[in-house]
């Protein structure tokens, strides 16, 4: 065998462990994707949890409110029941919408801002939320390294290859950057 044969073999041999390498980078990226939105999701379950305390709290004050508390709880609900992680993101931001609505209608009741349960739910709940948004924080990061490496050529090759597919991103919708309306 002459230097050619050598040359060919040793370029059939670089780009099989070139795609040996870029196959376990994108299992070990997906991998740790799906572990960040598992974390993610834990924190969810416990505001989900959390949440029926709260409405109850709130309505013994808030009697005609109905409403509001009755959106909180259908989009808890539903947050529970989303399946793909594309639901599960739609339904979060949903339910954090009429979190906030259900906030703001809260202060218009003193009585119920300065009511302990009230009081240790909300920063029960606080606690919670600066978790999720650590948790969505590390998601994205990863999800964003992984949707890169799906993308950029010559990993691009392997990714479609082997059907590796991109991670959604967790965005806040335009009417949760809005500011909260409550009307009485």
């Known amino acids: 065998m002459g230097t050619a044969g050598w040359v060919i073999i040793a370029l059939v041999v670089i780009i099989i462990l070139w795609a040996i390498a870029a196959y376990n980078s994108l299992i070990k990226l997906r991998n740790d994707s799906e572990e960040a939105f598992s974390t993610m999701d834990v924190f969810l379950r416990k ?22 508390l009755e959106n909180v709880i259908k ?7 989303a399946g793909s992680a594309e639901e599960k993101i739609n339904a979060d931001n949903a339910l954090t919408g009429t ?9 218009a009741y003193p009585d119920l801002k300065a009511n ?7 920063n029960q709940l606080k606690n919670i939320e600066t978790e999720i948004a ?9 999800a964003k390294s992984f949707n890169i490496k799906t993308e950029v050529f010559p990993s ?12 959604p991103l ?15």
């Open 170 to 184: 967790y965005v806040i919708d335009e009417e949760q950057r809005e500011n909260v309306k409550v009307q009485f």
């Open 156 to 167: 691009t090759i392997i990714a479609s290859l082997f059907h590796f597919e991109k991670k």
């Open 47 to 68: 505001r989900f949890d959390l949440i029926p305390n709260l409405v109850e709290t709130v309505k013994g004050y808030a009697k005609h409110e109905s409403t509001t």
């Open 99 to 107: 979190l906030k609505t259900l906030f703001a209608v809260a202060e």
């Open 75 to 81: 989009a808890r609900n539903t947050a529970v029941q």
């Open 134 to 142: 650590n948790s969505r924080r590390y998601y994205n990061a990863v």
């Open 116 to 122: 302990a349960n009230f009081i240790d739910l909300q």
